[in-house]
Nanobody, 123 residues
Framework: QVLLVESGGGLVQAGGSLRLSCAAS????????MGWFRQAPGKEREFVAT????????FYADSVKGRFTISRDNAKNTVYLQMNSLKPEDTAVYYC????????????????WGQGTQVTVSS
């Protein structure tokens, strides 16, 4: 069992930055690929970014490429999402997720989910 807890969300103006954190406990997550997803009101949960267990591979949704950076610190069992140049359309609840081994972009591929953290970007 892996427990994931997100933090770092909040209200920010367009063009601003936020850094989300996802702290993992339970099984060591150093062998898990991690992902960030988001869900806006009335919309389906969508993929944002993913990182391999070693941190050597990352992949981003086109909508955030060049603005968001995913990283991880396996010694701290924590994954981060640095979000820069935020836009109002980035407003959503952001979730982190874990799956064994390889990266993936579909929600169904992930076994463990956090409770989410709200990010609101004002125009």
């Amino acid at each position: 069992q892996v427990l994931l807890v997100e933090s770092g969300g909040g209200l920010v103006q367009a063009g601003g930055s936020l850094r989300l954190s996802c702290a993992a406990s339970g099984r060591t997550v150093s062998s898990y690929a991690m992902g960030w997803f988001r869900q806006a009101p009335g919309k389906e949960r969508e993929f944002v970014a993913t990182i391999s267990s070693s941190g050597g591979s990352t992949f981003y949704a086109d909508s955030v490429k060049g603005r968001f950076t995913i990283s991880r610190d396996n010694a701290k069992n924590t994954v981060y999402l640095q979000m820069n140049s935020l836009k109002p359309e980035d407003t959503a609840v952001y979730y982190c997720a874990a799956r064994p081994f390889t990266i993936a972009t579909s929600t169904g591929a992930y076994d463990y989910w956090g409770q989410g953290t709200q990010v609101t970007v004002s125009s």
